[in-house]
């Protein structure tokens, strides 16, 4: 759950706060639902009505959320100060006490929840919450590879998490060995496997391959780029590597950001979408377009649908209205 | 009636909308009545509080609306979901069985209406909507042109109205040969007459050429072409085309774009202002100002004095703060 | 969808509205899918963003909304402005061109959707809208008669339904005679078989009596009657009739109305989860402590769960904070 | 003007705040207007975008606003907290240097706007201001008596006014003079010819009888009597005295007050409309239910049509839904 | 920090809420320095905006808030649904591993902070948040002891609070040795000394006595008694024992409650004002009477000066506007 | 005190606005005190609950208010419509009356409130507003001269103050003449000296010297120039002379600007900071990025801490999300 002051105010001008439920995954559950894949959300709520507000928030999209769980803890939350141009959004968090730091792994039936899954979609905040959601997780990858599922990852690897006694890059190692696309960079390469590659193209190209050879079940790696001139704008870009052979999409500018949490999220949705409808490269490209669009949707999830999406792809950025 | 959700938010993530009375020709009596016109506005609201909501808006721009009907048809409305950077604002329309599409021609005094009138404004919206918005505008362009009241056309032809079994581009052939000005261009063209011109400045001259040519009455030609580089960034400038004559106003860039619905309203206002008040080169450029600052002014309308219009056509754009 | 001013403002006094998604069926599948029943919900929406943010709202209540067809027609939607006190709420309808007036009735298929069920819920207000839905509405009933289903019909009857060409109360009297559970009283009654009684509890029962001579599938009448003594202080009362018996619930009283939109429906849908609960008294008092607590609920819909409905039936009225 | 913060918020809690256009007079104006009658307003407002947007409100009621006037100082406003139950409302005033105390006594033509008038209404609030106002006022009443218009006065003594050097009830006494009718009880009876008559029927009647013998341009005096039990709840009544016959309407209460600014003015609006359409018992009623209802509307403004205040009058007050 | 759906919505209505600072021992502290006493507030906030933004509230009414320490914890919050008639508000904490909950009792310098105080005031929430609050409470509590400082308690006895392995009833008793007031009555004394005394004013004497045995530091017990008849209607009253003396308030009736939440603060603070201020059956009249007039208060925070208090305590109830 | 239209509106097209209490020297002190300076604020507030709105605002930002004085006049305010792009703001005064214009110059203690002062900050508002403004300032500038103290001054001349008598740059010269760093450039010394420099830098350089012989006082000068390119784009860069020596600070650009109010002051305090904790040349880029922030926050007011301008200040402007 997010809150943040209406107007971007910040918070101590504030009387009034909007709230959005969101979180890494739940982002991408939603968005692929909106691009109306069938799609399953398992996680914890509080047994209360935060709770279930939350679960009608995630019933609207069309997420199947019969696999969340309600415990007694509260729903974890953070707030977020919209930053603008040269002052940037700031974040508070409150989440490692909550409901999903205290899912219970052995409530999850992992065998009924995966039966006739493509794909199994995993971030690095997951395992960094808490011991318990760890152990939740893991026993769900073990699943998914048992039944030749497709596991992407997204290590986002947070300095702020990690509390619990277990080192951040040795348990996404030990997760990612289940896993088969990468969704990262240079960056998580570097965090993950100890190196210390450049942010240029070349490098992303050595350090995928370097990655690959320590992590072989990984096939396929997707990053986006983003290059920030302010808060209020922005531009990304896509890079994949598969096997050798390195691609690329097109940049796109936006330069009125309505929202940038989540990009992250609308990329790995679209590009999950992507690998489900269309050829590798192309995927990326749409994954791309995802995440561009998404700068310009309030709250952490892309609600544009797939059509509004291959707009932006074929190059439609000009702002005619759609009567 | 537009009803919008606040704050950018797309309709499905909202539980409040705002809202604003307008359409195309209110936008224009709007606009001249704020740059202190006298204007009359024609047409036919529900007989409801939503009805009454509208009277007491379009009062308190100093339209006279004596000569709006009640009848016990909805108002028609429209939603606009406003877009931003590369996503499109959408509309989704509600009007065409609304208390205007089923306005009484017969109710409608246009002798007295127009007694004393020097400009007579109407658009091609009116007539696609109903065929008594049809045989009333018609009355109303006969009874004008009788009294060689000067009469200015807007096509804005639609293809999602003419539902009721007539053919749009007759109707308006029709209907604009009672007409003397057009505002309108390359596309409108087109459209009416069935060319294929590109939109360069040499094809807008030659379109116009030919246009005199099958539709004599219309002695003047000015057009507003817009760049739009995406939803919150645009720039506009004006053509004109008077009787072989070819004129052009400055350009002018909007990078934040606040609102563009009703910015072609707001040029037609701006210029049948400056056609009242200057020569046609200057209510040409007069008129581009009007839609450049439209473009910061939320709902349909144009809520800028003239004055405000003048310092933008004398280039006052820094944003100088008026103490 | 409904549209109301915020804040008890009058319309001309505003800029913006709140909405809700409902609809008297609506109500009634939504609230007792907030008390955990499974449910289905038959309609049809604008084929927009509109549309689309009515199916979000619909499925955030957890109702199953795949047999929700999706048209070109505008979605059905109302004006409401909130009365208090000695003022009068006011309601401008527009509906009998949207979405639900158009929908196919050969495009829903009743025998699937009716697998298993053991409550079809109907109420006047539907055939009373076009044809189209008339004859979508029959074929359901008589498919919901061979299965054996138990059929509830809220009649609703409204003079400013019925445009297209059949009288009210035959039609009403057709499909009745399909159904087996009135919700209804003197009324009601009155309007449908044309009667004169009174509103007193003898009168209702010999209206009861009366009714079920001439509709005799019907076997149970429930009706909440309502003492209205200002726009925002109510006081309810549920009676019913099964086969010769009489028996009523204590009145229940709500000093500050805060929504009386969708009280009846929330009569039903408390008396529909009763029925399927409890036995028939205790299901008429589950239904008036329903119809009594949603005065306290925004919007049409009462969200509240079955737990603090019993908590108003078994008298903890008093405002103490839950925990 | 006034401003208040939102939702029954102290101000120091608020970042927000409503704001209405409103004045004793102008309320009345405007409740006439929303009544259908014709009528014209006399005053001054700021020439800059606050008085703009003061005319464009004033418009929208189908006031004649040509006869306001504009200068180069601020427009008076006041500040309101809205009070609730056993806490009482509060108000700050900033009006005694605005555009209104500064109006030009020489710039009215009153000749010209009083042509054709049968009534003109006015208060003590205007000669306390300033004595610009006095004069302007003065000058108006002269006009008005010499055409034997019926000349209303609500005398509105209020001891923080009277700052630029006259006696308040000396000057009301000089201006009561031209008047015809009082509207006003017991209250302002002593404060403007010095007696001590206590509030009950009898001594309003000797009131009554004292004043009229001592200012015998007045022929009738018509009050509304309120009995406030709480912020949120009232009770009022009318009482008229005629030339020696006293009568009074019933009382009504209200239960639930959204708003109690104003509702003098509803009554003396209603009580004009009533003497302009039924005989003077009537009206009184008709005045007393005007105020009832305005005790439900926001704002200081009764916008409530002469058909919804006949409803009240006619005992209509249960909160059934007008659809 | 709370946080409540704004307009009475439910939460899986709303998508913004409004918050406020509060809490227990801080609302007691802004009402007593919003009637201009000095106060200084102990506590813990989270060292981010929110904390920030907390610090900036307490400021705000005038508290010292140099001895309220900042750690890496989130601030402690709650959601709150408000009710309204037969509909209860409720309450969902995030509260038990918070800022306060993790308070460093060692970083409190308590002789400092109590130089020259006259009161010391403690609820029992404190020390069921965490051991940590409990020993920084009770490291307080002994060095005001030694000082002769007064010191009120509010046991505030929550069973959901008290996780830390310790029993409630035992802290309690051990804290409340320290403690020479009482603010509490039957309930509260049942639940500490474990008696069962009914609720009627004899049992409360009853209750008194025995309390002051088994706790003989305490001197004086002062109570409210709230007879709710609905969420939105209360009635107070006051009731005190000193020594063997019983003495009560007048009875108060708050027909439209705002916000329920904090009146036993209100009362708290109201009573020592009037400890301070005036004798104690006037004390307890005002406590009595700064809870009735806080249920007219949005937020926690009872805002009212006393003198507006003091109005309610002389019987001005009636709505009259303070101009 | 400051009131503008939400959401960008006009004024007309709105019913509520936002508030914020600021004005220029205030604006300067709650930056000083968000930045942790020891601030100290002279000012009179209105004597009712606008006033103590104010000073709970003031407290909140952790300024010493206990030297402001109430009394009967109302608080001063302005009303500003926001400009977005081409259009510019709108500002409409109302303070020449208000409580600050009627200060009590013999109530201020300058001598306690200077005591151990290091800074004292003045602008040109103060003594154009009123004479009571002019004495009250001039008697703290002797004091604060007495003393030793540095005395800044933001010369702000403004044409529409100055009406009660006094030449607007005689009385600075005056005042000026006790100051020892002018924030200020071309166009303020041009205003105060009469001469015409031209806006570059070498006309900067020669306008500083001719300041300095002139009013040899003051030591130090730093000007920042704001290159407005729309009312939403700025582009800010600070210049500083020093006894013959010229240094500046880098351009920085604000593409998205929210609030242009209050960065001249936000300049100021930034200056006032920097020259407290740095050298001189640091102090004035301090100021500058202070100011360019200051562009992206609601309000008057420069909310943001030391640490965030110094993120501006060393390059950290890409939006990067502060977790």
């Given at each position: 759950m997010r809150l943040s002051p209406a107007n971007n105010r910040m918070m101590r001008q504030s009387h009034e706060m909007e709230f959005f439920f969101g979180?890494?995954?739940?982002?991408v559950a939603a968005s692929l639902a909106t691009m109306d894949c069938e799609?399953?959300?398992?996680?914890?709520?509080?047994?209360?009505?935060?709770?279930e507000s939350a679960l009608s928030a995630i019933r609207s999209y069309g997420i199947d959320a019969t696999h969340i769980a309600k415990n007694k803890h509260p729903l974890g939350l953070y707030f977020l100060e919209v930053g603008s141009s040269v002052r940037a959004s700031r974040i508070a968090y409150n989440r490692l006490n909550g409901s999903f730091a205290n899912i219970n792994p052995d409530m999850i039936d992992w065998e009924k929840i995966l039966?006739?899954?493509?794909?199994?979609?995993?971030?690095?905040?997951t395992p960094g919450i808490s011991e318990n959601a760890y152990l939740a997780l893991k026993k769900g990858l073990q699943t998914a590879n048992e039944k030749?599922?497709?596991?992407?990852?997204?290590?986002?690897?947070?300095?702020?998490?990690?509390?619990?006694?277990?080192?951040?890059?040795?348990?996404?190692?030990?997760?990612?060995?289940?896993?088969?696309?990468?969704?990262?960079?240079?960056?998580?390469?570097?965090?993950i496997i100890g190196t210390?590659?450049?942010?240029?193209?070349?490098?992303?190209?050595?350090?995928?391959?370097?990655?690959q050879k320590q992590m072989p079940s990984v096939k396929k790696i997707f990053d986006k780029v983003r290059i920030g001139?302010?808060?209020?704008?922005?531009?990304?870009?896509?890079?994949?590597?598969?096997?050798g052979t390195y691609f690329e999409s097109e940049s796109i500018e936006i330069l009125q950001v309505?929202?940038?949490?989540?990009?992250?999220?609308?990329?790995?949705?679209?590009?999950?979408?992507?690998?489900?409808?269309?050829?590798?490269?192309?995927?990326?490209?749409?994954?791309?377009?995802a995440c561009a669009i998404k700068h310009t949707v309030s709250g952490d999830i892309n609600l544009c649908s797939a059509s509004d999406i291959l707009d932006v792809l074929n190059g439609d950025k000009g702002g005619r209205i759609k009567r």
């Open positions: 979180g890494t995954e739940l982002n799609v399953t959300h398992v996680s914890a709520v509080s047994d209360d009505f935060v709770g039966q006739g899954a493509e794909y199994f979609h995993w971030t690095g905040i030749g599922i497709e596991i992407t990852v997204d290590p986002a690897y947070r300095s702020n998490l990690w509390k619990y006694g277990k080192e951040g890059f040795e348990v996404l190692k030990e997760l990612i060995s289940y896993s088969t696309i990468l969704i990262g960079g240079v960056n998580e390469i570097n965090e210390e590659f450049a942010s240029d193209k070349e490098s992303f190209i050595a350090a995928s391959k370097e990655f001139t302010s808060a209020s704008s922005q531009t990304t870009q896509g890079r994949g590597w598969i096997q309505v929202d940038r949490i989540g990009t992250g999220d609308a990329f790995a949705a679209g590009l999950i979408y992507g690998l489900l409808n269309f050829d590798d490269e192309k995927a990326l490209k749409f994954g791309n377009a």
